[in-house]
């Protein structure tokens, strides 16, 4: 170990007996050794009374001018706090909202569907679910009424399949966004949704715009999220008031804005890594993805980090430092918060496979719970109508997953000359799906494939034929469907065909059960595979 | 001026080499604030011996070589010090490179302005080093590197600081920053 090193060691953890021993020789025999240890000691001891813990005004590399930051925190504060005032959302009255609770349980019959049905088949919703909700409340605020705790609920289970923008703009603008996206998926014409409007006062002074910027770069988000969201990035908190106002009442400026340093735990996946070679994939060409800085993520978030202002992500501990305002900092270990703390949206699809002996064309319906289990009854009692299968599945919203019940089928290519070459096939159904959540509702995109012998027995899905004597007939058709959450979409496969003759049955349910967030604010990687879905016997 | 006023005025101004003083002194990292505060004590106790005409860093550097010592022997020896003709070495080299109260305050200032010009990487060591007191294991740990090149890096930065600081004093006070400094102060 050279001179240098000691020196270093014996400030920071001490030497050994023996270590000592070198560095004192070293001393004796050069007096530039001494001094250099005095030159590191000194600067070391400075900057541990500059930097060291308890000197918060000191406690950030970049906080060193205090007088400087205060200033610009008061400046900073004084056109939010005008504005975040007088910023008042309207959602409506209370009218609205009683309309909306009596609303719950009662039908509509509007059609929602404009494009006749083609090859894909779009479905009108018809009724509002009644079905309980299962989203965890958010945080209430003390002083709401129960008009307004409902209004909350509401507004945190209506999603958003996305909310972006691809630009950080003001924040009315921003605001007006969210409100116009979630009147795009207000399919059931929700009248709470339908009068949802902003209404921005002018501030005391200068042209009434917030300075705040917001970035939106949010995936499968409810509305209360979004609004939460732009919130945070206001330094605000959203505020229920009769009649169904909601303000963003601004946080108490902080005492010191100087720039301080905190340690924030993250999600592992808070930042992509960086994709390296798949030992498993047996491909050279792994794609690459470049990471993002810890800095780069919160800019896209809306978070300026000036010019002392930093952020650094460990790897190791998943700790990021940030060194920020107070405020900020804050902000961040919301944002971040509320990605944690957002529940996976999970949407259980439940479908019915039926056959038929006989053509029998159904309309694309959509069905309550009490109405499909009458029409189930009356299938089960109709003589040549069969129950071929019942695949379920589990997904996330926005994650297309695949039902399947299949036999693997190996057929010889040559059956009389060469037996040796075979290829594989299937036969069974496969739905491929992908749910979204739109409002109150799920958008389902998908296709259901059905092959099956041709001489097998009706209603059978193996049949006991040998296979490969068996030619295989594929019935196949896309789908489109709008199906409120506890409701049924039921239509005929095959309508035009010959035959075998097919009606598909399919049920969306709100699953979720917690767990990790539903927030992507990079498109981070979801933890689930593409093929996802839980597959599930007949 | 009243003697509590001068003491504190002359105490706060060499606090920090007198700290940097007993770091070197006591080998034993987690003892060197328990001597400090010793030190500091018995400075008070004895500022009427002090002599104003002579420079109270060197005063009290000596106050402090007797207080490390009554200590080493008070606790058993459980204070490993540097050898007496070591610590006569320090002090020599701490007396060549003392400044006074003014010039402090600019290296102070000088400072501030170089850690800021730090590159990002730098800066973030410098910051767990000293704002969040990691370890040089810990260090190296979340760095995925050795403790020594740890070592090397922190002495390289502090080079590159005490350099920093000595072009600033030169560019603002080109008469007071002698070569004679800078050369004490170059590792």
């Known amino acids: ?538 | 001026m009243d003697r509590p006023s001068h003491f504190l005025r002359l105490f706060l101004a060499h606090e920090s080499d007198l700290r940097a003083y007993v770091a070197t002194a006591v080998r034993v990292p987690g003892s060197r604030d328990d001597v400090m505060q010793e030190v500091a004590l018995a400075l008070w106790k004895s500022f009427d011996r002090y002599d104003p005409r002579q420079s109270f860093g060197a005063w009290a550097r000596g106050v402090a070589t007797h207080k490390v010592f009554d200590h080493h022997r008070r606790e058993s020896r459980r204070l490993v010090l540097l050898s007496p003709e070591a610590l006569e070495a320090v002090r020599r080299a701490f007396d060549e490179a003392e400044t006074d109260g003014g010039t402090v305050r600019q290296e102070e200032e000088a400072l501030g302005h170089c850690l800021k010009s730090l590159p990002p990487r730098s800066a973030e060591l410098v910051g767990l080093r000293y704002s969040e007191r990691a370890g040089i294991a810990v260090l190296a740990d979340r760095r995925g590197t050795t403790t020594a090149a740890i070592y090397q890096q922190l002495s390289r930065l502090r080079a590159v600081l005490g350099d920093c600081i000595r072009r600033r004093l030169a560019e603002n006070h080109p008469s007071e920053a002698s070569p004679a400094t800078s050369l004490r102060i170059r590792s």
């Open chain 1, 1 to 538: 170990m050279n001179d240098s090193l000691l020196v270093e060691k014996h400030l920071a953890d001490g030497l050994t007996d023996e270590e000592t021993a070198t560095l004192e020789a070293a001393m004796g025999g050069d007096p530039a050794v001494a001094s250099r240890l005095v030159a590191a000691a000194r600067m070391d001891q400075r900057l541990a009374a500059r930097l060291g813990p308890g000197r918060s005004e000191l406690a950030c590399l970049a906080g060193l001018k205090r007088g400087r930051a205060k200033a610009h925190s008061i400046a900073r504060w004084r056109r939010p706090l005008a504005v975040a005032a007088a910023l008042v959302l309207v959602l409506g009255l209370a009218a609205a909202v009683g309309a909306w609770m009596r609303s719950i349980g009662s039908a509509h019959s509007d059609s929602m569907a404009s494009d006749p049905p083609r090859a894909t088949r779009p479905f009108v919703p018809a009724r509002v679910s009644a079905r309980p909700d299962r989203v965890v409340d958010p945080p209430r605020v003390e002083s709401e009424t129960t008009a307004m705790v409902s209004l909350r609920r509401f507004l945190s289970r209506y999603y958003l399949p996305d909310l972006k923008l691809e630009t950080a703009r003001p924040l009315d603008e921003a605001l007006e966004h969210l409100l116009q996206r979630a009147r795009e998926v207000n399919h059931l014409k929700n009248p709470v949704i339908e009068r949802l409007s902003a209404e921005l006062a002018a501030a005391e002074e200068g042209d009434g715009r917030p300075e705040t910027v917001v970035a939106l770069p949010l995936k499968h988000v409810s509305l209360m999220d979004g609004l939460t969201w732009m919130a945070a990035l206001n330094r605000s908190e959203v505020f229920l008031k009769e009649p169904g106002v909601i303000t963003f009442r601004p946080w108490e400026p902080a005492e010191n804005e100087t720039l301080v340093t905190e340690v924030v735990r993250v999600r592992r996946d808070l930042l992509p890594s960086e994709v390296g070679p798949d030992p498993f994939g047996g491909t050279t060409e792994a794609p690459t993805v470049p990471r993002l800085t810890p800095i780069e993520l919160f800019q896209s978030w809306g978070i300026a980090f000036g010019e002392h202002a930093s952020a650094s992500y460990d790897e190791a501990t998943a700790a990021m430092t940030i060194c920020h305002t107070a405020s900020t900092i804050r902000a961040i270990k919301e944002l971040l918060a509320m990605g944690s703390a957002r529940p996976l949206v999970m949407i259980m699809i439940s479908t019915k496979i039926l056959e038929f002996a006989q053509a029998r064309p159904i309309k694309g319906d959509l069905l309550t719970d009490q109405q499909f289990q009458l029409w189930l009854r009356e299938m089960n009692q109709t003589k040549g109508v069969d129950l071929l299968t019942a695949p379920q599945l589990t997904t996330r919203s926005g994650q297309r997953a695949m039902a399947e019940v299949t036999k693997e089928v190996v057929e010889p290519m040559e059956r009389e000359a060469d037996r040796s070459e075979t290829e594989v096939d299937w036969q069974g159904l496969r739905i491929p799906i992908e749910p979204i959540l739109e409002g109150e509702v799920v958008k389902l995109l998908g296709a259901v494939e059905i092959r099956l012998p041709v001489n097998r027995q009706a209603g059978k899905l193996i049949s006991a034929e040998k296979i490969s004597a068996a030619e295989l007939v594929t019935t196949a058709t896309d789908f489109e469907a709008i199906i409120p959450l506890g409701q049924t979409a039921v239509f005929s496969v095959n309508e035009s065909s010959d035959g075998p003759y097919f009606a598909m049955a399919v049920t969306v349910h709100r699953a979720d059960g917690g767990g990790p967030p539903v927030g992507e604010p990079n498109d981070a990687p979801s933890p689930p595979p593409e093929s996802g879905g839980q597959r599930v016997g007949p």
